[in-house]
């Protein structure tokens, strides 16, 4: 079975960073397709960053030129770099692997699997 589990969540205030972690298993990892997402309670799911087997990368404008997306083929873990962090960044982030489509954020959260999240408050 396909498991996620993100880590590295916290509260942080603006301008403040943090590094999140997705551990996988039960997938070839390194060929996959891997994004991250956001959502808060109510609101429409964000896809904001994926990365592909290649290590080709696709961010959405919102955090584009403030969060990094990478990955570490050899220890199955998926990494977000979030910098100068804003209070609407604050949201529940998911690790996302995508089994279906091409490997953009757009479409990130929608086929595949996920993990619980993990949760970022900026104040």
């Not at 060929?31 to 290590?55: L, N, T």
Request: glycine fraction near 14%.
């Amino acid at each position: 079975d396909v498991q996620l589990v993100e880590s590295g969540g916290g509260s942080v205030q603006a301008g403040g960073s943090l590094r999140l972690s997705c551990a996988a298993s039960g997938y070839t990892y390194s060929s996959a397709c891997m994004g991250w997402f956001r959502r808060a309670p109510g609101e429409e799911r964000e896809g904001i960053a994926s990365i592909g087997s290649d290590g080709t990368t696709t961010y959405a404008d919102s955090v584009k030129g403030r969060f990094t997306i990478f990955r570490d083929n050899s220890k199955k873990t998926l990494f977000l770099q979030l910098n100068s962090l804003q209070p609407e960044d604050s949201d529940m982030y998911y690790c996302h692997l995508l089994t279906s489509g091409h490997c953009t954020f757009q479409n990130i959260g929608d086929y595949g699997f996920w993990g619980p999240g993990t949760q970022v408050t900026v104040s």
